[in-house]
């Protein structure tokens, strides 16, 4: 089956720039969607279809997807950003959605 | 504004069943697919199933496949979740979900939780 790879942890100082990642094979050809989740809540979608903001999002939000990796930057980071973040595709082959294990984002 | 509401989770004994209810309201319900999500507490998130907007085509993880069955009403803005034999290895949070491409997930329930235990 697919799988995503990210780094389990990520920490970066208030007003920095933090660089999230998510490994997986030939995903040129897939569309990459990321999501926060702060504890005790259920997740928000931040970026879809690889670099797309939905409404409500902070510009600050970003994302990019190259290759066989996919990346959420997040600009001028403040303590509300500090959550865990996920990256997710749809397999066409298995048509199946699958996660990646998350990224928790220390600030 | 969108609002979603869940309910049917609780405490279930090993091979036993339990049905997990989401309705939406404040969009066109029967323009989205449907799906639930679950999280074992502490763990990371992994789908479950999905549904279309006239029920033509479900998808089950392998996980919980003919055990787990999803169904939706547009009448009444409801997407259920049955799931039978159920198994420790079920406990967990289930989110239910909506988007428009059965792709990802751009609504969220609030969850539910599901323990499965003697």
């Known amino acids: 089956s697919y799988v995503l790879t990210q780094p389990p942890a990520v920490s970066v100082a208030p007003g920095k720039t933090a660089t999230i990642t998510c490994a997986g094979d030939n995903f040129r050809f897939l569309s990459v969607h990321w999501y926060q989740q702060k504890p005790g809540q259920a997740p928000v979608l931040v970026i879809n279809f690889d670099g797309d903001r939905p409404s409500g999002i902070p510009e600050r939000f970003s994302g990019s997807n190259s290759g066989n990796t996919a990346t959420l930057t997040i600009s001028r980071v403040e303590g509300g950003d500090e959550a865990d973040y996920y990256c997710q595709v749809w397999d066409p082959s298995s048509n199946h959605v699958v996660f990646g294990g998350g990224t928790k984002l220390t600030v | 504004d969108v609002q979603v509401v869940q309910s049917g989770g609780g405490l279930v004994q090993p091979g036993g069943s339990l049905t997990l209810s989401c309705e939406i309201s404040?969009?066109?319900?029967?323009?989205?697919?449907m799906h639930w999500v679950r999280q074992v507490p502490g763990k990371g998130l992994v789908w479950v199933a999905r549904i279309n907007s006239d029920e033509t085509t479900r998808t089950y993880a392998d996980s919980v496949k003919g055990r787990f069955t999803i169904s939706r009403d547009n009448a009444k803005n409801t997407v259920e979740l049955q799931m039978s034999s159920l198994r420790g290895d079920d406990t967990a949070i289930y989110f239910c979900?909506?988007?428009?491409?059965?792709?990802?997930?751009?609504?969220w329930g609030q969850g539910a939780l599901v323990a499965v235990s003697s």
């Open positions: 404040g969009l066109t319900f029967s323009r989205y697919w």
């Open positions: 979900a909506a988007d428009k491409s059965g792709r990802l997930f751009e609504i």
